[in-house]
C-alpha cells in the first residue's frame, strides 16, 4: 500500500491525502498527512481501502483541491452494457485488456500510463503528473473531458446536438483521431462518472468485497518502471489544440477583427447550461417551502417523508451531484431519519443519477425516458398532499397541483417580499391574531354594529371578520374568558352565561313555508349573576385590553390605553366603578391586574408587529382609491396679508383693534 501511495502522491509534498473504506456500519473516511511516518501509523491503525486521486486542503471535495497529481480511466470491462448485454471483452483476461488498451493509447498519440491497477473488477488507467497545483483544475477538467470523449450511441458515432456551430477544421481531424479511442472504452465499460477530482480509486493491496480479489499493480511489471508524464505534453496530446497553436489562433482572430472592426461576428451557439430556474431547481426550493410551512411532526403524522426525501434526493442529485451518503447526511436532520438507513435507501437515486449521467435511458410505456427517478411536478404534489391555497399561501412556483396556473412575475415578487419581511408571522400568530380579532367583533355585534361596520373598525374586509367570528366561536375557550387570581380552588365561581352566536350558518328553507319564530323562552332575559363570595375575586375579560374586577364588596374596570411611546408603550388604569372595598380586596385586586397587565403586553406586540407593515392587499377598498381633485376656497389675499402682518409681530388687525 504504502508503495503504491508514494507512486501516486509525493512524500512531503503539500496537501493532504484522503482514505476511505466500505464496510458493514457505512463508509468511513480519513484525511492524513503527506509524510511518511504519518501515512504509516494510518495504514497500521486503519484498513483502506480506496485512495484519492488528488491531495486537499480540509476534507475531500471538490472546492477542497490543494494538488493534482493524475488522470485516469476506470475501466469495469465484466460489465453490461445499458441494454443488460455483457460488454464486448467481458470474457477477455486482464492482459489482453491491457495490450488493447496499450494499443489504442498508442493510435490515439497519447503518452504512455504511468501504471495499470487491477481492481478486481475492472482495471484503473492512470497518468502520474507532478508539481500541479489549484490553478491547474480548469485545464485538469478539459484533459479529463478530452480523454473520456462525448456519448456514442450504439453505432458508435456522437450524438448530434441541435444549434450547434459548424466544427472547425481543426475539431474534425482531432475527433477522427480520437473517434477510435471513445470507441475502445465503450467498449470495455468506460466509468463517465469516476471523472470529478473527489473521485478515489482502489488502492494496491485492499481487498474487493464484491469478489474477494485483492488489488494490485498489473502494469508494469516492476515498480521502478513507474514514471509520471508530462501534465502539458499529455494535454497537447488529448486536447484539440496545443498551447502555442491556441495562441496562434487567438491572434490570427484579434488581427481580423482589427483589420475590419465593421465586420459582424457570426452567432455562436453557447453550451447549454443549467438555468438557475430549471425544472429540479424550482423543486427543491418548493419542497424546503413546504417542510417550513408544514413542519416535521406533519410529514411524519401523515407518513409522508419517503416521498419528500425521495424527490428531494432526486433534486439534489440533478443539481448538486453526490451521493447517497452526503445526502442522507444532509437530509437525515431534517426529516428525524438515521443517517444510515437513509443512505441505504437512496441507494436507488444514486445509481440512477450515475445511469443518466453514462447516457443510459430506460423504455417507459413505449417513449424513452431518462434513466432517473425523473417525477412530474403535479405527481409530486400529488403525493405530498399540495392543495390549491397551500399553493398560492406559500408562493410554490412549480410544485403545484395540475392544472393550477403558475404565478405571474408581480406575485413571485410580491411573494418574495412578504417571506423576507422581518415581521412575517407564524401560522400559531395569525391564528392567536383571527382569535383575538374574532372576540372584538363579536363584542362590536353585541353592541349593535353590523358585520360591514365592524370590519372598517377593524380594518379588513367583511369575510375576514366573519371567519375571525366563526374561529373564536368555535374556539375551546369561547369569546369571554373567566380568570381567578391568588383564590382558592373553592372560592373559585363559575356561571353558565347564554352567549348569542354571530356565526351565519347556511339553512334551506322550503318555497312558501312561514318564517320561523324563536321560541319565547329564548327571548326572556338571562338570570342575575349571584353574587362573589368574600375573599374571592371575579376577573370578567372579553379582550386583553379591557375586563372587569368584581370582589364581594366592589367593582373595578381596568383598562390599557397605547401611548405611542417606546420606553412605556401603553398605560393602564383600574378604576373602582361602584361599591366600597373592604380589607383584604385591593390585594386581590393588585394581584389581578398584574396578570391581565401581562396578558396584555403579550397582546400589544403581537398587534404592533402584524401591523408595523401591512400589506396593501389588508388595506381596505374605501383607502385604496385614487385621490381626485376637489374644488378649493376662493383665496382673499387682503386677508391673507393681514395674518401674515400679525404673524410676523407688526401692523395687523390686532393692532389696529387695540388702537381702536
Known amino acids: 500500500m504504502l508503495w503504491h501511495i508514494g507512486v501516486a502522491h509525493c512524500f512531503g509534498a503539500r496537501g493532504r491525502i484522503a482514505f476511505a473504506s466500505e464496510t458493514a456500519a457505512g463508509w468511513i473516511e480519513g484525511m492524513v498527512a503527506n509524510s511518511s511516518r504519518a501515512l504509516r501509523e494510518h495504514l497500521a491503525a486503519a484498513d483502506p481501502q480506496y485512495l484519492s486521486q488528488h491531495r486537499f486542503s480540509f476534507r475531500r471535495h471538490t472546492g477542497c483541491v490543494e494538488a493534482v497529481c493524475s488522470a485516469w480511466w476506470d475501466l469495469d470491462f465484466r460489465g453490461v452494457d445499458r441494454h443488460g448485454q455483457p460488454l464486448p471483452f467481458a470474457e477477455n483476461e486482464l492482459d489482453e485488456v491491457i495490450v488493447i488498451v496499450l494499443y489504442v493509447i498508442a493510435a490515439a498519440g497519447l503518452p504512455v500510463p504511468s501504471y495499470i491497477t487491477d481492481s478486481g473488477s475492472g482495471c484503473h488507467v492512470v497518468w502520474t503528473v507532478r508539481g500541479l497545483n489549484a490553478l491547474a483544475m480548469k485545464r485538469w477538467r478539459a484533459l479529463m473531458k478530452a480523454l473520456r470523449g462525448p456519448q456514442l450511441d450504439d453505432a458508435g458515432n456522437p450524438f448530434a446536438r441541435r444549434g450547434r456551430r459548424e466544427p472547425d477544421a481543426y475539431e474534425v481531424a482531432w475527433t477522427e483521431r480520437m473517434l477510435p479511442l471513445w470507441r475502445t472504452l465503450k467498449n470495455l465499460g468506460l466509468d463517465r462518472a469516476a471523472s470529478d477530482p473527489a473521485r478515489v480509486l482502489r488502492l494496491w493491496g485492499s481487498i474487493n468485497s464484491k469478489n474477494g480479489r485483492m488489488a494490485r499493480c498489473a502494469w508494469p511489471a516492476s515498480i521502478g518502471d513507474i514514471h509520471a508524464v508530462d501534465f502539458n505534453g499529455l494535454c497537447d496530446a488529448a486536447l484539440p489544440l496545443t498551447r502555442a497553436q491556441l495562441r496562434a489562433l487567438r491572434q490570427e482572430r484579434k488581427a481580423a477583427r482589427e483589420a475590419n472592426p465593421n465586420a459582424i461576428q457570426a452567432p455562436r451557439a453557447s453550451r447549454p447550461r443549467r438555468a438557475y430556474g430549471s425544472k429540479w431547481v424550482l423543486i427543491r426550493k418548493d419542497l424546503m417551502a413546504v417542510l417550513e410551512h408544514r413542519g416535521f411532526a406533519w410529514f411524519k403524522e401523515h407518513k409522508k417523508r419517503d416521498w419528500w426525501y425521495l424527490a428531494m434526493a432526486v433534486a439534489l442529485s440533478q443539481t448538486e451531484g453526490g451521493d447517497a ?185 322550503p318555497e312558501g313555508s312561514p318564517p320561523a319564530i324563536a321560541p319565547t323562552a329564548a327571548l326572556q332575559p338571562a338570570e342575575q349573576p349571584t353574587a362573589v363570595q368574600a375573599r374571592t375575586v371575579r376577573v370578567i375579560s372579553a379582550t386583553p385590553f379591557h375586563a ?66 401591512r400589506g396593501r392587499r389588508d388595506v381596505p377598498e374605501a383607502r385604496r382609491a385614487v385621490a381626485r381633485p376637489v374644488p378649493l376656497p376662493p383665496l382673499y389675499l387682503q386677508r391673507e396679508v393681514e395674518l401674515y402682518r400679525e404673524a410676523s409681530g407688526g401692523g395687523g388687525l390686532r393692532h389696529r383693534l387695540v388702537a381702536a
Request: a negative charge; charged letters at 30%.
Open 325 to 509: 451518503q452526503s445526502w442522507a447526511e444532509y437530509l437525515g436532520p431534517l426529516v428525524g431519519q438515521p443517517v444510515r438507513e437513509l443512505a441505504g435507501t437512496l441507494s436507488g437515486v444514486e445509481r440512477g443519477m450515475l445511469a443518466h449521467l453514462s447516457g443510459e435511458t430506460v423504455d417507459w410505456e413505449g417513449d424513452i425516458r431518462p434513466a432517473f427517478y425523473d417525477y412530474h411536478p403535479a405527481t409530486i404534489a400529488e403525493k405530498l398532499i399540495v392543495t390549491d391555497e397551500e399553493a398560492r399561501e406559500i408562493g410554490l412556483r412549480i410544485l403545484r397541483p395540475a392544472g393550477l396556473p403558475a404565478l405571474t412575475p408581480a406575485e413571485r415578487q410580491r411573494r418574495s417580499r412578504a417571506l423576507r419581511s422581518p415581521d412575517r408571522k407564524t401560522r400559531d400568530e395569525k391564528a392567536e391574531a383571527r382569535l383575538f380579532m374574532g372576540r372584538q367583533a363579536w363584542w362590536m355585534r353585541i353592541a349593535g354594529l353590523t358585520v360591514a361596520e365592524c370590519a372598517r373598525q377593524l380594518d379588513c374586509n367583511v369575510s375576514r371578520v366573519e371567519r375571525a367570528i366563526a374561529e373564536a366561536d368555535a374556539h375551546p375557550d369561547g369569546i369571554a374568558t373567566l380568570e381567578t387570581v391568588d383564590a382558592p380552588p373553592e372560592a373559585i365561581q363559575v356561571e353558565a352565561v347564554e352567549i348569542p352566536s354571530f356565526v351565519s350558518r347556511p339553512s334551506i328553507v
Open 548 to 613: 372587569t374586577i368584581e370582589t364581594a364588596t366592589a367593582t373595578w374596570w381596568w383598562t390599557v390605553v397605547d401611548q405611542g411611546r417606546i420606553e412605556q408603550p401603553f398605560e393602564e388604569f383600574c378604576d373602582l366603578q361602584s361599591g366600597r372595598p373592604a380589607d383584604g380586596d385591593r390585594a386581590l385586586v393588585d394581584a389581578a391586574c398584574e396578570e391581565l397587565a401581562r396578558a396584555a403586553q403579550a397582546a400589544h406586540q403581537l398587534s404592533r408587529r402584524g401591523s408595523r407593515r
